[in-house]
């Protein structure tokens, strides 16, 4: 069956750090891979999108790596603040429906 | 120019009430998911609507969960017989299809959906 797993642990960092999650699929042959932002108590924030057919996108300090051969994605954000803590999710898309299938996400805290 | 919108915000109910959870879209935005997301778990699609039709409901549980969106914006995603298991956070997110460059998905903060 499919399955996405990103780290179930939290992350903890220190401000202007850099933090790097993981996420990790099997059983999946996504067109997209998406990266998402939540915050307690609210619903995920787009970051970024990447296609299969791309190894690498940026925006501002957000960089994330797409790797169909190892079925990874690895999400950076350099000089990290600690207005960043919060959830990330990775989610995968066939390209067909459109629907997303995410990961558990993985939580990240900045510390001063 | 509000982003999406869902109320209620909290609905407690009895087991075997019914429940029904709105979503309000993006204006325009042709495409209108529903989730669930239990705690401490991601969001797991539960139906998608292109336009007024289910393009793909494979997500629902049971026939206990049926979603509605007659007129192509507004959604009632309606839970018959609930159950203590039917306890989570519905999450309803849209999205303009046609720009297939960047199908990001804009998410309502949802409806935390308590059954006792």
């Known amino acids: 069956s499919q399955k996405i797993e990103q780290n179930s642990e939290a992350l903890n960092i220190q401000e202007g750090k850099t933090a790097t999650l993981t996420c990790n699929y099997t059983n999946y042959s996504p067109a997209y891979l998406q990266w998402y932002r939540q915050d307690p108590g609210r619903g995920p924030v787009f970051l970024l999108l990447?296609?299969?057919?791309?190894k690498e996108k940026r925006k501002e300090r957000l960089k994330v790596t797409f790797d169909t051969t190892l079925k990874q994605s690895l999400f950076h954000i350099t000089a990290s603040q600690p207005a960043d803590s919060a959830t990330y999710l990775c989610?995968?898309?066939?390209?067909?429906?459109?629907?997303?299938?995410f990961g558990t996400g993985t939580r990240l805290q900045v510390t001063l | 120019g509000a982003g999406v919108s869902q109320t209620p915000s909290n609905k407690v109910t009895e087991k075997g009430k019914y429940v029904e959870l709105r979503c309000d879209p993006i204006s325009g935005h042709t495409a209108l998911y529903w989730y669930r997301q239990s705690l401490g778990q991601g969001p797991e699609f539960l139906i998608y609507f292109q336009g007024t039709g289910a393009a793909d409901d494979s997500g629902l549980p049971n026939d206990r969960f049926f979603a509605v969106r007659p007129e192509g914006s507004v959604s009632t995603l309606k839970i018959q017989r609930t159950e203590r298991g039917d306890s989570a956070v519905y999450l309803c997110?849209?999205?303009?299809?046609?720009?297939?460059?960047?199908?990001?998905?804009?998410f309502g903060p949802g409806t935390r959906l308590t059954v006792l």
């Open positions: 989610a995968l898309e066939a390209g067909t429906a459109s629907k997303l299938t």
């Open positions: 990447i296609r299969e057919n791309e």
């Open positions: 997110a849209s999205s303009d299809y046609r720009d297939r460059e960047a199908n990001e998905q804009f």
